[in-house]
């Protein structure tokens, strides 16, 4: 462009606006707009029958039997609605996936990202998203036939088929990708400069990971494992089919249990009126399961954000 | 560790310049892959001065991949308690070099080094690189502290290297010596990450001191800093010279001239001059010198 002249108008330069492209412009703003408000409205939605159903369910129970309760019998002439034995059942196969998938996890995210080859990495990501993606009834099958049949009643025939440590386990297997994937991504994270400052003060690759890219990582990896253990207390089908039906208070892996999940599960199943406290019970289990995974995706959230943070 | 422990040197290895050509042979002679010693550098090098050899490069190669020939037949050597200047234009090999000296080249997938490098004698490249680490410190381009406090940023390596004494009184003499002391010293448990950059590359000399090693390598240590760190930074180097051998990349000649005793001038991969640096900025022996420290090209 030479140096504007005083002449501004230039017979060549046609500024209106294109008839055409303008409307089509406002069309596509207003149809992706709409798209991003219809899942928060059904979000809204979602919650907003939950809170509902659940605010009928309370006005019959009250909260704090709910919440502290230890007998759960949700059909028959008397029912109780003390939740606690599908929380207890919940955080069981919950302890039990975490006690699988955080150290296994964990470790395979820094065997990848610090010790493996270029050669090995290249399978072992695939691999893990091969874990992935395997529908969660096949593990729930996976789980009742050979973890609990083959491996469990191998060693004593006499424990119940359906049990927490079958379904925990197999929870547990399958949220290590998650754990993996979200770790390894911290730890890739780690300034490659933190290391090579380590590695000239003499320390070993074992110190090195240990004593400085974990400790770097350690919010994402926390953060991974909050993300899992939420994925683990809302995961359903596995423990609808190897847990168990049977809502008990207790610590026993080997007893047959029911979770939150479990329990909303075996009711839409049923054939339970609509209206009743039993049918309310459902949305009030799941308010609660709700608002617990909420929690610690906030959580992991919050934890994201300050590791973000530091470096 | 024992393996380039400075208390083994012995009078074998111990290289004083008095007699430069009979050190070279001495040098041939114990290093059997080693045919030919320095050429003309090693002379001027010699004649500048009587300080023992630190560190003798020979014949040093080093390629990234099969086909980068990133440096080409080195053969130098560092002086004992001087502050030796690597300089030259971008991508003349300078900061590989540097690396080559505590082998923290090996940490760059897909290299080759062929050739030697002897520390107090000690070829390091038949040694444990770890142990060669814990006895050559290193500062790096952009400061690099830990994510941790100050206190722990400076006794972590002498932590993981086994170090049994008064903690407190290490940190107080590392940071001393590193001139960041009175800076700090009211908030030693303080994130280190809260500091300037320049006060941050001081903790990184802090923490290669904690380690106690003979010597430190400095790859281009000011270039993330501004002039008045730059300034202080360089004091610092001068009082440590007296202590420990130093080698310092840089791209300011500026810098090399005001910090180092000895500059090594490189290009393309190759070593073209090394002398006492007043000399090789004075009265540079090869054209190529003349004309980057003078400013005509780099």
């Not at chain 1, 996936?97 to 820094?110: E, K, R």
């Not at chain 2, 003798?56 to 990133?70: C, E, K, P, Q």
């Not at chain 2, 590989?96 to 030697?116: A, D, K, Q, V, Y």
Request: glycine share 8%.
């Amino acid at each position: 462009m030479s140096q504007p002249s005083s002449d501004a108008s230039d017979a060549s330069m046609d500024l209106s606006a294109n008839l055409y492209r303008s409307p089509r412009e406002q069309l596509v703003k207003y149809g992706l707009g709409l798209c991003a408000v219809l899942t928060i409205l059904t979000t809204l939605g979602i919650v907003g029958i939950l809170l509902y159903e659940s605010i009928g369910f309370f006005s019959q129970v009250s909260v704090i039997d709910f919440l502290t309760g230890t007998d759960w019998e949700f059909a028959g002439a008397d029912p109780s609605f003390g939740v606690l034995p599908l929380v207890s059942g919940t955080l069981l196969i919950t302890g039990i996936a975490a006690a699988v998938a955080m150290p296994i996890g964990l470790a395979s995210a820094i065997y990848i990202s610090e010790y493996a080859s270029p050669g090995a990495r290249r399978w072992l990501k695939p691999a893990l998203e091969v874990l992935a993606g395997v529908p969660t009834v096949v593990y729930g099958f996976f789980a009742l036939t050979f973890v609990s049949g083959v491996i469990i009643q191998g060693f004593d025939s006499t424990l119940p088929p359906l049990n927490a440590l079958s379904a925990g386990l197999v929870v547990g297997i399958m949220i290590i990708p998650m754990v993996a994937s979200v770790s390894e991504d911290a730890i890739q994270a780690v300034p490659k400069s933190l290391a090579a400052g380590a590695y000239a003060l003499g320390a070993t690759k074992f110190e090195v990971v240990l004593r400085v890219i974990v400790p770097a990582a350690l919010s994402g990896i926390i953060a991974s494992f909050i993300l899992a253990l939420s994925r683990a207390i809302g995961e359903t089908m596995i423990v609808a089919i190897a847990a168990g039906a049977t809502a008990t208070l207790t610590a026993n892996p080997l007893e047959s249990i029911q979770t939150m999940t479990g329990f909303i599960v075996q009711v839409a199943k049923g054939d339970i009126d609509q209206g009743t406290v039993s049918y309310q019970s459902l949305f009030a289990v799941g308010l609660l399961l709700y608002l617990i995974t909420l929690g610690m995706n906030l959580a992991a959230n919050w934890i994201i954000r300050r590791y973000r943070e530091n470096y | 560790m024992a393996s380039v422990d400075p208390s083994n040197v012995g009078p074998s290895s111990t290289q004083t310049d008095t007699a430069p050509s009979t050190n070279s042979t001495a040098e041939d002679a114990r290093q059997e892959d080693t045919t030919t010693a320095a050429t003309g550098h090693d002379g001027n090098a010699a004649s500048e001065s009587k300080a023992e050899t630190k560190i003798a490069v020979s014949n040093l190669n080093f390629w990234y991949g099969d086909d980068t020939h990133a440096l080409q037949d080195i053969t130098m050597n560092v002086k004992a308690n001087r502050v030796t200047a690597l300089i030259g234009p971008s991508g003349c090999g300078k900061s590989t070099l540097i690396r080559c000296f505590n082998r923290m080249n090996e940490l760059i997938p897909n290299t080759t080094l062929e050739g030697s490098v002897h520390v107090n004698g000690q070829n390091i490249y038949q040694a444990d690189p770890v142990a060669v680490r814990r006895h050559i410190g290193m500062v790096f381009q952009k400061p690099n502290p830990f994510p941790k406090t100050i206190y722990k940023n400076v006794i972590w390596g002498a932590r993981i290297n086994g170090y049994t004494g008064n903690e407190d009184a290490l940190v107080e003499r590392c940071l001393r010596q590193a001139a960041l002391w009175d800076e700090v010293k009211d908030n030693l448990h303080g994130s280190a990450y809260n500091l300037s950059g320049g006060q941050q590359q001081r903790l990184c000399i802090a923490r290669a001191l904690a380690v106690e090693p003979d010597i430190l390598l400095m790859d281009e240590p000011t270039s993330a800093l501004d002039p008045v760190a730059t300034g202080k930074f360089e004091d610092t180097i001068s009082e440590l010279r007296s202590e420990y051998t130093i080698v310092v990349v840089t791209h300011s000649m500026q810098q090399a001239s005001r910090v180092s005793d000895e500059t090594v001038f490189l290009y393309m991969g190759r070593l073209i001059e090394m002398g006492a640096t007043e000399q090789v900025f004075t009265r540079p022996q090869q054209e190529r010198t003349e004309a980057y420290v003078t400013g005509r090209f780099g």
